[in-house]
């Protein structure tokens, strides 16, 4: 059920990358370019990309770029519930954060580079909206670089979430959790690391411990501080249109995009790309002694 490519089952150190964003996160025809420009990067760092979706009635583990091409617009949106029913049905199944990690779990990867984690949506209770991401995170071992989590959640009530799951959150160089676009001004993280073999001897410790996922924040290099007002003007207009659930995302992205006259857009392409080289650094850690 679970087709790893000859390049990632003889590699040493691995990266595993999600399809969702290639597929939902970009103007359409964008995601693949980002995602190839993810696989780049992981490759300059020294390690090799598994790029991970459903296709063809198997999940996928390593994508040519042809493969990944596949995962356009029309793919299914695929989290940790969703794995199985887009294998025996045959879909192109993108898979998010969540999706991705129960992948490294069967296959045996400890790092993933990606935008932003998902986690409790504002307004919780209601509704009642927390991804699997972070449930997901809790139980795989695995490091997970992100930028923080999703700009459109509610960050401080993420942060509570992951200590609650024993999730340790690390800073790359900061002691606040990254806001996505904007670098500073997040709730604090549980510790600080100067370097990504600090975060891989952190990893292997919890590890040893028995614990399972870390998040590793890398705040963006360039910060846009004046996104948050978009944020609550997108969030408003998706109430006024009835916007739900798995739309939510694609939609309040693509009104940033346009509001902010595509600064939000380079600003996402950048940090998904830079995650992905801090990962494969992680990753070659890893596998020092
Ligand atoms: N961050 C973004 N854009 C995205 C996502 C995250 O800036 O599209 C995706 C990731 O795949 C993440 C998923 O795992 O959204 C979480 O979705 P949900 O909240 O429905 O679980
Ligand atoms: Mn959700």
């Given at each position: ?128 909206d ?114 739900t659930g798995q739309r939510m ?41």
């Open positions: 059920m679970i087709v790893v490519s000859e390049e990632v089952a003889g590699a040493q150190a691995v990266v595993a990358l999600e399809t969702t964003l290639v597929a939902h996160g970009f103007p359409a025809g964008e995601g693949v370019e980002v995602g190839l420009e993810s696989e780049k990067r992981v490759r300059a760092a020294g390690a090799v990309p598994a790029t991970i979706g459903a296709l063809d009635g198997a999940i996928r583990v390593g994508l040519s770029p042809e493969e990944l091409e596949r995962f356009g617009p029309d793919a299914r949106k695929v989290g940790p519930r969703d794995l199985a029913a887009a294998v025996v049905q045959g879909a192109v199944g993108a898979t998010t954060v969540g999706g991705t990690l129960a992948v490294c779990r069967a296959a045996g990867i400890t790092v993933m580079g990606t935008g932003g984690l998902g986690g409790v949506h504002r307004g919780f209770p209601h509704p009642p927390v991804s699997a991401d972070l449930t997901e995170l809790a139980r795989t071992q695995v490091v997970v670089v992100s930028a923080g989590v999703k700009s459109l959640l509610d960050v401080p009530a993420t942060a509570e979430a992951l200590e609650t799951l024993g999730v340790p959150v690390l800073g790359y160089r900061t002691d606040e959790l990254p806001l996505f676009y904007t670098a500073r001004g997040g709730p604090p993280v549980s510790a600080r690391v100067e370097s990504a073999e600090d975060a891989a001897r952190v990893a292997s410790a919890h590890w040893a411990l028995g614990g399972g996922g870390l998040l590793l924040g890398r705040p963006p290099d360039q910060s846009l501080d004046d996104v948050e007002p978009l944020i609550e003007r997108a969030l408003a207009d998706a109430e006024r249109k009835g916007v995302t694609p939609f309040v992205l693509a009104y940033l995009h346009r509001e902010s006259g595509g600064r939000t857009l380079a600003a996402n392409r950048r940090l998904i790309a830079d995650n992905a080289a801090l990962a494969a650094e992680v990753a070659v850690a890893l596998t020092r002694p």
